[in-house]
């Protein structure tokens, strides 16, 4: 089983960008699922996730402007990033019920 990220890229401060990770290759006990990043020089932290039971929590730093969301058919997760900040550049890693994906960069810069 693979999770795989994709969305990120380079927008201005104020701009919107949405992730998707995908799960690929069999299927998961789900137990959860979340958004975490990692800016440079700094520990990794969480950015948003679903429990097993579909509560949803948010970092502080992302409450609302951040969205997490799931797609149970299509099997991907999204992140829905708006008002974007230069203090949101990190690199995105997806989580699912113990996996990891590989991570994605976000660089908000004018």
């Known amino acids: 089983v693979q999770l795989q990220a994709s969305g990120g890229g380079f927008v201005q401060p104020g701009g919107s960008l949405r992730l998707s990770c995908a799960v690929s290759g069999g299927s998961l006990n789900f137990n959860g699922a979340g958004w975490y990043r990692q800016a440079p020089g700094k520990q990794r932290e969480m950015v948003a996730h679903i429990n097993s039971v579909g509560g949803i929590s948010y970092g502080n730093a992302v409450k609302g402007r951040f969205a997490i969301s799931r797609d149970t058919d299509k099997r991907i997760l999204y992140l829905q990033m708006n008002s974007l900040k230069s203090e949101d550049t990190a690199v995105y890693y997806c989580?699912?019920?113990?996996?990891w994906g590989q991570g994605t960069q976000v660089t908000v810069s004018s």
């Open positions: 989580w699912e019920s113990g996996l």
